[in-house]
């Protein structure tokens, strides 16, 4: 199987800036994207902003400029650097990897157990 173990996260202030990190191990082969979402109060989840191995990344418009994703790929690790943060990022984080099971080569979906991120006003 396959582990997303996520850290970061927390209480910030408004302006503030926040670190996510979530390391992948397990049978894996190789990853097709890795990145975030999220759960704000009353709304759906939703991508913030995924990269995929061919470097390309994808943002939730409202934090273009703000928010910055990066991988280590030796290390399966993706990480979310959130800068400028306002409150209405306040909301429950998750890494998702998409990844090519070692073990059955099919393509699976993984998700991380989630981290919460406060912004106070």
């Known amino acids: 199987q396959v582990r997303l173990v996520q850290s970061g996260g927390g209480l910030a202030q408004a302006g503030g800036s926040l670190r996510l990190s979530c390391a992948a191990s397990?049978?894996?082969?190789?990853?097709?994207?890795m990145g975030w979402y999220r759960q704000t109060p009353g709304k759906q989840r939703e991508l913030v902003a995924t990269?995929?191995?061919?470097?390309?990344?994808n943002y939730l418009d409202s934090v273009k400029g703000r928010f910055t994703v990066a991988r280590n790929g030796d290390e399966n690790t993706v990480y979310l650097q959130m800068n400028s943060l306002k409150p209405e990022d306040t909301g429950v984080y998750y890494c998702?990897?998409?990844?090519?099971?070692?073990?059955?080569?099919?393509?699976?979906?993984?998700w991380g157990t989630g981290t919460l991120v406060t912004v106070s006003s």
């Open positions: 998702n990897a998409d990844i090519i099971s070692s073990r059955t080569f099919n393509r699976m979906v993984f």
């Open positions: 990269k995929n191995t061919r470097g390309g990344t």
């Open positions: 397990g049978d894996i082969l190789s990853f097709n994207v």
